[in-house]
């Protein structure tokens, strides 16, 4: 454990704790941020009412869509000298949900990204390769710090370059892997081509995540690879990866509850559920400072387990691997994507509104999206190299957009199937769930 | 002199070309000229027939992708490197033929080959100084 005092405190004193930030929280964000300030005025709910962390029912939701409104610096509640770093996310319309942190925050998040690394038996003497994205994205950054945090030595791959990865995980004895659960198996599977046995590396932990996975995945991760693979959860909005992580005992994930408190909501009606209902998963970042998070709506569908206490000591809940999304956005490698992104590409490519299908699948360990668009008149030429050209648009506007390699496929009229005359957009074959 | 060709927008699946074809006959029009040019994902089928506007008709009804574009049906002597010499012309003038294709049947003594270009006009002029027959489109249609 990284830090016992904070992941193992006594539920009573950590429900105390929570109170006394959760206070402090609605505070900053009702004094500093007109946006919550109005919410909570909405709601009839002033900060001195928050007296314990039972009262967090009282505050009201945030969601994406807010970020989106308040773009770029609407939701931050300090001057921006106390700004030192910012991170973005793919928003639903092309604007980006964007984040900032001041040094308190960007220690605490650190704090939790070594907890996550640390929950895998990690420690200073590690080597710990990160091929999550760095950049916007949050995956890379948060896990550097977080190795660094440790005093682990971090190795900033960033992702891609698979062959490179093999070479230095294997010549620089690399005991600690953070990418996403496909990309670990696409490892897997060029590092057998190359004939390198993975199995003979001192690897022992994998903290895997950015998108949804399964136990089968798990299973096959650790029978290609000598490591124990564990389930991390975060997202830009709450800090980056490190909000939640799997111990050894690999039966959930403990959120890190002294920074993000969990709750699960109905997502019709917004009442809180108890543990052991699956939900909405929503999230307060109780020490946030840049960004002071309340009651997030994360659309992640999941429960909080109530199995009892975990024998690794940890008395952060824990909440099961994903079991869905509440929205239709879609995470292929990593990559949020969400289908009204796809259309605002096409749209603003022909000015028309044409018929188009996602189909998501996978393909050997990795994610694939094709994009079927129906060829209209307006669209059709009778020269093969401007229809090529009219695909080789699209594909690099979605490239551009969304940061995806998508199949462009063009179709005829009418054969994308519709369900009461409206087309389904999206066709996911993965089998996740 | 322009020929009005209708290209229709396939998806290379099994059947498509059958079933435009089937819509196509069903109607009573009747093919002069055909070419395919195929993608490993799509296909144009290219179609000069002797009711341009039925034909054109029947094909938007069905729900088809479909459009008329203009060509010329250029004679071509029936001897080797007839055609060599045509393009030859072509290309002294500085034309590009997008496309082209042969005709099904022999209108006279001479072969008949399709051009696409992109400038229509210009490849009239061009073969016509040449001294390059082209079929008025009457002829072609009732070829």
């Given amino acids: 454990m ?46 001195e009412d928050i007296r314990s962390i039972d009262d967090i029912a009282r505050l009201p939701f945030t969601t994406k869509t807010d970020f989106r409104d308040q773009y770029p610096f609407g939701m931050f509640a300090v001057p921006h000298q106390e700004i030192i770093r910012i991170h973005a996310s793919s928003g639903t319309t092309g604007k980006p949900t964007v984040v900032g942190y001041t040094r308190n925050d960007i220690d605490n998040w650190a704090e939790c990204a070594a907890r996550s690394l640390a929950c895998g038996g990690a420690t200073a003497a590690d080597t710990v390769q990160i091929a999550y994205g760095y950049g916007l994205f949050t995956g890379g950054l948060g896990m550097h710090y977080g190795a660094e945090r440790l005093g682990a030595a971090a190795l900033p791959m960033s992702s891609g370059n698979t062959e490179k990865q093999i070479m230095l995980m294997k010549d620089f004895g690399v005991t600690v892997l953070c990418c996403t659960p496909s990309y670990a198996l696409q490892i897997a599977e060029v590092a057998a081509q190359m004939g390198v046995d ?29 490591l124990k693979a564990l389930d991390i959860y975060g997202m830009s909005e709450l800090a980056g990866p490190g909000v939640a992580n799997e111990c050894l005992e690999q039966n959930g994930l403990h959120v890190f509850e002294d920074h993000f408190y969990p709750e699960i909501i109905d997502p019709a009606t917004g009442e809180p559920l108890p543990d052991g209902q699956k939900g909405e998963l929503v999230f307060t970042c109780l020490t946030k400072e840049a960004v002071p998070l309340i009651r997030y709506r994360t659309r992640d569908i999941t429960m909080i387990l109530d199995d009892g206490p975990c024998a690794c000591g940890r008395t952060g809940r824990r909440i099961r691997r994903l079991m869905g999304r509440t929205d239709d956005m879609l995470i292929i490698r990593g990559v949020n994507v969400f289908p009204s992104q796809v259309e605002d590409v096409l749209v603003r490519i022909e000015g028309v509104h044409p018929q188009y299908l996602i189909i998501v699948d996978r393909q050997g360990n990795l994610d694939t999206m094709e994009i079927k668009v129906e060829v209209t008149d307006s669209l059709f030429s009778d020269e093969v190299r401007k229809l090529e050209a009219l695909r080789d648009k699209i594909h690099h506007q979605i490239k551009a957009m969304l940061n995806v390699n998508a199949k462009i496929t063009l179709v005829e009229p009418k054969t994308i199937e519709r369900t009461l005359g409206k087309a389904k957009r999206v066709q996911d074959l993965r089998k996740l769930t | 002199m322009k020929v009005r060709q209708i290209s229709i927008f396939l998806e290379n699946r099994s059947g498509r070309l059958a079933s435009v074809l089937k819509e196509v006959g069903r109607a009573g029009v009747n093919i002069r000229a055909l070419s395919l040019a195929d993608t490993s994902d799509f296909g144009i089928l290219r179609l000069i027939v002797d009711n341009v506007d039925k034909c054109m008709k029947v094909l938007k009804d069905s729900g088809h992708t479909v459009s008329v574009t203009e060509v010329l049906a250029v004679e071509v002597p029936d001897h080797p490197g007839g055609l060599a010499g045509i393009l030859d012309a072509l290309s002294e003038a500085g034309l590009n033929v997008e496309y082209m294709y042969a005709f099904v049947c022999r209108a006279t003594e001479k072969a008949v080959v399709v051009f696409r270009f992109e400038d229509v006009n210009a490849a009239i002029a061009a073969l016509k100084k040449s001294g390059i027959s082209i079929l008025p489109a009457e002829v072609v249609y009732s070829l």
């Fill in chain 1, 2 to 47: 990284f830090n016992p005092q904070a992941e193992a405190m006594p539920v009573g004193e950590l429900r105390k704790l929570q109170g006394r930030r959760l206070h402090d929280l609605a505070k900053r964000a009702y004094d500093h941020v007109p946006f919550f300030r109005a919410r909570m005025q909405e709601k009839g709910v002033k900060p």
């Fill in chain 1, 198 to 226: 993975l199995m003979k590396l001192p690897l022992k932990s994998g903290n895997f995540g950015a998108e949804p996975w399964t136990e089968a995945m798990r299973k096959r991760i650790e029978e290609l690879l000598p």
